[in-house]
């Protein structure tokens, strides 16, 4: 059972970057990531109910709660989206994998967690890969606008999701359970989402075929709550260090889809640069994992988009 939690988690999580590609490209990424926010938030309040928990929050908890959700179910997914439709989604899944190491940051400015040298050298793995495969792009500069302003973009995720990783678990700790807190979290992400959409004046319109429906549920339930849980259940069983490795190999099965769907050419910069990243990945997770209880994710525990 461990090891189809595991297997399973990274896959689903993985799969979701190519969907969400599809889904940016149907409709104003706000908009989509608005009604992707508002389904997941439905769906959570259901369980919690469900399940006899209690919806109402402690009016200290409301300005924390809403801050993860601009940051997390906002922020990060609207930049996210806008990122794969001018980059392929595996490099913008890679990218989106350094949000650990931002939550490193994040954690150690705000929150005063120690950063130990495993965290100093995750970091400088992370930026070192990240240069390594923007570098062919850097050199044609001139040309390729449109994919640094993705690069760019999938970094903006990265630091919201990181950011948002953090106030997430400073929310936890106050006892929030975690039905609760995602399903509140994501009304806030999508209250922004739509908001941020009406101030900028897009069009709410999307295409509502078969297609982009499908891929709304998907990442809505299937790759949003049902993995969540799923994760959270690997938590319980092997403890939050172990279950944070996971999230090493999302960006790898991510750009294997990629691959395969997007004709994204796996040269020697991408092979290079994404080892790095990961390498970079495992030392901020392994040294965050000495510093947290099997019931208490690290701030770089975060999902993907």
């Not at 989402?193 to 990442?219: I, M, N, R």
């Amino acid at each position: 059972m461990r090891a189809f939690l595991f297997a399973a988690t990274a896959i689903l999580w993985g799969s979701s970057a190519i969907v969400t590609g599809q889904q940016a490209v149907a409709g104003a990424p706000e908009v989509s990531v608005g009604y992707r926010m508002g389904l997941v938030s439905l769906v959570m309040f259901g369980w919690s109910l469900a399940s006899g928990q209690r919806l109402s929050l402690r009016l200290a908890d409301h300005p924390w709660v809403g801050l993860q959700g601009v940051l997390f179910f906002g922020l990060a997914f609207i930049a996210f989206y806008h990122s794969t439709t001018m980059i392929t989604s595996g490099i913008a899944a890679l990218i989106l994998s350094t949000s650990s190491l931002f939550a490193a940051l994040v954690g150690w400015i705000f929150l005063s967690i120690p950063v130990t040298l495993h965290t100093v050298a995750g970091i400088l793995f992370g930026v070192t890969g990240l240069g390594v495969i923007a570098l062919p792009q850097l050199a044609v500069l001139s040309s390729s606008t449109e994919t640094m302003a993705g690069v760019a973009l999938g970094l903006v995720a990265a630091a919201c999701t990181g950011g948002g990783t953090v106030v997430a678990m400073r929310n936890q700790r106050a006892g929030i359970p975690i039905a609760v807190l995602i399903s509140w979290a994501a009304l806030c992400g999508a209250i922004f989402s739509f908001t941020l959409a009406l101030f900028s004046g897009v069009s709410f319109q999307v295409d509502v075929s078969g297609p982009y429906l499908a891929g709304l549920a998907y990442l809505a339930i299937i790759a949003s709550c049902v993995t969540f849980f799923m994760y959270f259940s690997l938590v319980q069983r092997i403890g939050a260090a172990s279950a944070s490795y996971t999230l090493a190999l999302v960006p790898v099965v991510a750009l294997l889809l990629s691959a395969i769907f997007e004709d994204l050419m796996i040269d020697a910069y991408v092979l290079g640069g994404g080892g790095a990243v990961l390498l970079g990945n495992i030392l901020v997770l392994s040294s965050q994992g000495t510093r947290t209880g099997p019931h208490q994710p690290a701030p770089g525990k975060s999902g993907t988009l």
